[in-house]
């Protein structure tokens, strides 16, 4: 079964940057998007962008000026790297795996989507 | 819009059933995915498309779908069911993902 499994550093000063990594173990990489999502102390889940296997990203529009994400195939990873980071962004990151597909009736068709896969989180506080 | 709305918290009796909404625009014309958070631990995927369950999330929850208006139920609620939902669909381009402010069932 698939899991992620996910590092980085956890503690850093206003301005750094935030890097984090996603690694994909047992099972396909290929074919999917890897979201990454964040949830700030005793807050809600915010959506951050996410990439597939060939690169094609999707930002947040309110994070995109200071987020990079990339993918490296080779390992089977994805990467996270928020720039000029502030107390703003402490918060748990986690990666998931995108998942999608269509309902269609007889007059209609509906799309869907959800996160199946999540890695286990990780904590990150902005502090001077 | 593409917000999501969902009630900040709900409460419902042991072995009652509850139901837990998200509105928003975007549900006219997408279904919305159902995530469950213990605290402390990652958000768990318990509900997606019309009416489907990964392997392993009991057929007490269910879902459904009325205009601007994705519910999710729970049938006999278990001590277990305590826990934050959140719904999730993608907005009108179809480019970006958002989220439910979540509501909080405390199980009475």
């Known amino acids: 079964q698939v899991q992620l499994q996910q590092w980085g550093a956890g503690l850093l000063k206003p301005s750094e940057t935030l890097s984090l990594t996603c690694a994909v173990y047992?099972?396909?990489?290929?074919?999917?998007?890897w979201s990454w999502i964040r949830q700030p102390p005793g807050k809600g889940l915010e959506w951050i962008g996410e990439?597939?296997?060939?690169?094609?990203?999707n930002y947040n529009p309110s994070l995109k000026s200071r987020l990079n994400i990339s993918v490296d195939t080779s390992k089977n990873q994805v990467s996270l790297n928020l720039t000029s980071v502030t107390a703003a962004d402490t918060a748990v990151y986690y990666c998931?795996?995108?998942?999608?597909?269509?309902?269609?009736?007889?007059?209609?068709?509906?799309?869907?989507?959800?996160?199946?896969?999540w890695g286990k989180g990780t904590t990150v506080t902005v502090s001077s | 819009s593409s917000e999501l709305t969902q009630d900040p918290a709900v409460s419902v009796a042991l072995g009652q059933t509850v139901r837990i909404t998200c509105q928003g625009d975007?549900?006219?014309?997408?279904?919305a995915s159902w995530y469950q958070q213990r605290p402390g631990q990652a958000p768990l995927l318990v509900l997606y498309?019309?009416?489907e369950r990964p392997s392993g999330i009991p057929d007490r929850i269910s879902g459904s779908r009325s205009g601007n208006t994705a519910s999710l139920t729970i049938t006999g609620v278990q001590a277990e069911d305590e826990a934050d939902y959140y719904c999730?669909?993608?907005?009108?381009?179809?480019?970006?993902?958002?989220f439910g402010g979540g509501t909080r069932l405390t199980v009475l």
């Open positions: 975007i549900l006219r014309n997408f279904y």
């Open positions: 498309g019309k009416n």
């Open positions: 999730n669909s993608r907005d009108w381009s179809g480019s970006h993902l958002v």
């Open positions: 047992g099972g396909s990489f290929s074919g999917y998007y």
């Open positions: 990439i597939n296997d060939i690169g094609s990203t």
């Open positions: 998931a795996r995108d998942g999608g597909g269509e309902d269609c009736g007889p007059s209609s068709c509906y799309f869907y989507y959800y996160m199946d896969v």
